[in-house]
Nanobody, 122 residues
Framework: QVQLVESGGGLVQAGGSLRLSCAASGRTFSMGWFRQAPGREREFVAAISRSGGITDYADSVKDRFTISRDNAKNTIYLQMNSLKTEDTAVYYC??????????????????WGQGTQVTVSS
């Protein structure tokens, strides 16, 4: 069992920045960030391999968001710059505990965090 604890959400004006963190209680392989806005399905944001050498981003956040990880701390991060009102959502951290998991679909992950709210005002 791996527990994931997110932090760093909040209220920010459009154009601003936020940094999300997700601390895992155990060893993980690929990890990712997803988000869900009211009335919408959960959508992929970014993913990172265990080594950190492979990253993937949704087109909507590419060049604005950066995913990274510190395996010594079992923690991943999502640096969000140039935030837009449409980035408003609950952001969830996800972890795969197998070498073949991860990717852009929720089914690729075994564990989820509780979510952290990000609100971008105009």
């Amino acid at each position: 069992q791996v527990q994931l604890v997110e932090s760093g959400g909040g209220l920010v004006q459009a154009g601003g920045s936020l940094r999300l963190s997700c601390a895992a209680s155990g060893r993980t392989f690929s990890m990712g960030w997803f988000r869900q806005a009211p009335g919408r399905e959960r959508e992929f944001v970014a993913a990172i391999s265990r080594s950190g050498g492979i990253t993937d981003y949704a087109d909507s956040v590419k060049d604005r968001f950066t995913i990274s990880r510190d395996n010594a701390k079992n923690t991943i991060y999502l640096q969000m710059n140039s935030l837009k009102t449409e980035d408003t959502a609950v952001y969830y951290c996800a972890a795969s505990v197998t070498s073949y998991g991860g990717g852009r679909y929720p089914t690729g992950y075994n564990y989820w965090g509780q979510g952290t709210q990000v609100t971008v005002s105009s």
